[in-house]
T-cell receptor, first 113, second 112 residues
């Protein structure tokens, strides 16, 4: 079993839809949870960052972490064609070998006008 | 002002050649990384340097050798290139205690 599981998609939605992207993980030492967005032929860029459990909202984006279920989510409201990209989850722990960032495979999202 | 810049952006070369990719960051970070992203888009860490010291060295062939002349630079030299080395190589940097890594635009390496 991989440390981080993420459905690669592709996911195709109409403009304006609510998008839900998810990752599950197995290492209970993970405490920092990130979502990166990667446009085609570009490097990943940090979209959302959450420490430990809870929700974080930034404009149309909401990140949720449920440590008891080892499950994280990214919600995109009122999705736009410009949101079409690959979304990668990444996470790590605080110390030692757990400090290494572990990545999901990325979910490819297409928002159709 | 580009935060993490890597050169070249594209690299096409023949099998057996030796090539280098350069990376520089102007963010004042003390940790730099090399990642490989294959055709399936999976991002895999190769190396990490903290203050010029190697701290992560994943299982990569020893044909790959990173070099960090100072905190702001991390170069990747690849000997005897093979077809399977074709991928996009990303450089990134972060502060050690920070979760946030900043990525360069990538170097698309094609070995023919």
């Amino acid at each position: 079993q991989k440390e981080v599981e993420q459905d690669p998609g592709p996911l195709s939605v109409p403009e304006g839809a609510i998008v839900s992207l998810n990752c599950t993980y197995s290492n209970s030492a993970f405490q920092y949870f990130m979502w990166y967005r990667q446009y085609s032929r570009k490097g990943p860029e940090l979209l959302m960052y959450t420490y430990s459990s809870g929700n974080k909202e930034d404009g149309r984006f909401t990140a949720q972490v449920d440590k008891s279920s080892k499950y994280i989510s990214l919600f995109i409201r009122d999705s736009q064609p410009s949101d079409s990209a690959t979304y990668l989850c990444a996470m790590r722990g605080r110390a030692g070998n757990n400090r290494k960032l572990i990545w999901g495979l990325g979910t490819s999202l297409a928002v159709n006008p | 002002d580009t935060a993490v810049s890597q050169t070249p952006k594209y690299l096409v070369t023949q099998m057996g050649n030796d090539k280098s990719i350069k990376c520089e960051q102007n963010l004042g970070h003390d940790t730099m990384y090399w990642y490989k992203q294959d055709s399936k888009k999976f991002l895999k860490i190769m190396f990490s340097y903290n203050n010029k010291e190697l701290i992560i060295n994943e299982t990569v062939p020893n044909r790959f050798s990173p070099k960090s002349p100072d905190k702001a630079h991390l170069n990747l030299h690849i000997n005897s290139l093979e077809l399977g080395d074709s991928a996009v190589y990303f450089c990134a940097s972060s502060q050690v205690q920070s979760a946030e890594a900043f990525f360069g635009q990538g170097t698309r390496l094609t070995v023919v």
